[in-house]
């Protein structure tokens, strides 16, 4: 398995957002103009990659190559915010437990991901142009199991040349500056 890249994560998790609110979800500081109605937008605040465990040595004895493979976890937390919905805390809301849906099981499972954990909901609501813009914000942290695999050359044979001399030094045979 190839160790997904950043967009390929981020792509994931706002389709997971767009999937559970049924709204368009842009990147966070994007640098094109918002949509004129209901948005949310996905921003990453962390990245935490935690321990490893060797995994899978596996040889192959036609290309005579072992393959390694390492697993490590990953948490990742997102700020989700809510924009120009009449309904944003619900949202929001909806956005904490969407995981246990099926529709939410399926994708996460899908997408290599699991929901792990998620904030307080904040009603940001605030003044935009003379008029109150509804806003709310709740940060979900994302797990996943990332495999790191590699194809290596097989060491068949090492040949070491030692011999012991009377000062019990051991002499490798590299002789440097002849």
Known sequence: MLV??????????????????GIPVIASNANFPAPTGSYATALQISDLRDGFSFGDNTYNQTTDKT???VSSNR???FSIQIYRDANVLGLARLLSFYNATPAGEYYLAK???TLIDWSNIRDLTTLVDEEMEPRASIDLTFGQVVTYSQETDRI????IASSYQDSNIINDNNHIGE
């Open 4 to 21: 997904p890249n950043e967009l390929d994560l981020n792509r994931k998790i706002r389709g997971y957002v767009k999937l559970a609110l």
């Open 111 to 113: 997408n290599g991901l």
């Open 67 to 69: 393959t390694v493979s």
């Open 156 to 159: 068949v044979k090492i040949d």
């Open 75 to 77: 948490l990742i937390t």
